[in-house]
């Protein structure tokens, strides 16, 4: 009976040996889908990160572009500003200074118009 223990041990061992060689082997292919994954993720983080670079680049671009279109547009306001002030000068004075003050007046929107007509 001891040969029939001793064959019996031998077989729950080689079950044991066998199943603990396939679990090394399902956590060795489990790690490397995980490597894969972990890298995979890694390189969407680096792409995400270089688009969040750009956007902010282009942000940065377009607050300035937009900056300098505000001021360029506060310069214009300020010139026709003059421009119609100089206008309602001219038209405030008395009749008998208006000869030149009214060619200036005609020249001032004249001006006035031909910018008018250039935004459009």
Do not use: W
């Not at 572009?65 to 001219?90: C, D, H, P």
């Amino acid at each position: 009976m001891s040969e029939t223990t001793g064959k019996n041990v031998v077989s729950l061992l080689e079950e044991h040996v066998d199943l603990a060689i396939s679990t090394v082997k399902k956590l060795r292919d489990e790690k490397l889908a995980l490597e894969a994954e972990n890298a995979r993720l890694n390189s969407d983080v680096v792409q995400r990160d270089a688009k969040i670079q750009e956007l902010e680049n282009l942000n940065s671009e377009l607050k300035e572009t937009s900056e300098l279109a505000r001021l360029a547009t506060e310069e214009e306001r300020a010139g026709i500003r003059k421009q119609l002030e100089g206008l309602m000068a001219g038209l405030a004075e008395p009749d008998g200074t208006s000869g030149a003050t009214d060619a200036t007046s005609r020249s001032s929107e004249d001006e006035v118009m031909f910018k008018a007509q250039n935004k459009e």
